[in-house]
């Protein structure tokens, strides 16, 4: 049985990757800020006959990564995803192009970006290594946005979200060449605009549609892949 860890499994495009996989028999560890207030994730780890286990998990607390780590110490896990992430209480899906715009940059807000969409993410492929290079598939898929693409801002604007996107795909384009030696493939993700909180209701997809188009992207990666930036439907975005 495959294995897969998903961080921000609470809500939204998170629920919905632990819905999936674990429809395709996948043992999926979950994690969460508050599993007490994860209701629909805890009603799918109690129909899953075990398969999904649910664990506190904020990932801006690296000793909390560290400490599930040392529980799953010596299991082979098949594939991270690193979903967890925040666009801010200044979002582009409520408020347009006002957000985060230049001349108003929330300086803590734009820290807290950092700290969940790229410091998260590495810390994870640091504590997680040991058990990913064990597993037999070997994949860091890490979603980011295509915000986060230099090459496809036309828009300017959302200076800490779009900044720490960025900074999410220059970590997986390292992780991809520093991983190599032990096979693992890194990749980057962008989900697509998807309605969800953070994506808001206006969104074009729903986000069983994102995350089939992620679980197919993830599932044919090749290593000659690894360390480059693709969207939900396949398609390569630049950096």
Known sequence: MPTLLVTGAGRGLGLE?????????????????????????????????????????????????ERLSGELAGLPIDVLVNNAGIAGHQRAATQGSTAQRFGQSDYDEWLNAFRVNALAPMKMAEAFVKQLAGSELKRIATLTSVMGSIGRNTLGGMYAYRS???????????????????????????????????????????????????RKVIAGLTREQSGRFFAYDGSELPW
């Not at 994860?38 to 690296?62: C, F, N, P, Y």
């Not at 969104?203 to 549609?209: D, F, K, M, T, Y």
């Open 17 to 65: 990757i632990v819905r999936q996989y674990d429809a395709e028999g996948w043992r999926v560890i979950a994690g969460c800020r508050h599993p007490a207030a994860a209701t629909e994730l805890a009603k799918l780890a109690q129909a899953s006959g075990g398969r999904i286990t649910v664990h506190a998990l904020d990932v801006s607390d690296h000793a909390q990564i």
């Open 164 to 214: 720490s996107k960025a900074a999410a795909n220059a970590i997986v384009r390292s992780l991809a060449l520093d991983l190599a030696r032990h096979g693992i493939v890194a990749v980057a993700l962008h989900p697509g605009w998807v309605r969800t909180d953070m994506g808001g209701p206006r969104a074009e997809l729903e986000a069983a549609v994102s995350v089939a188009g992620l």
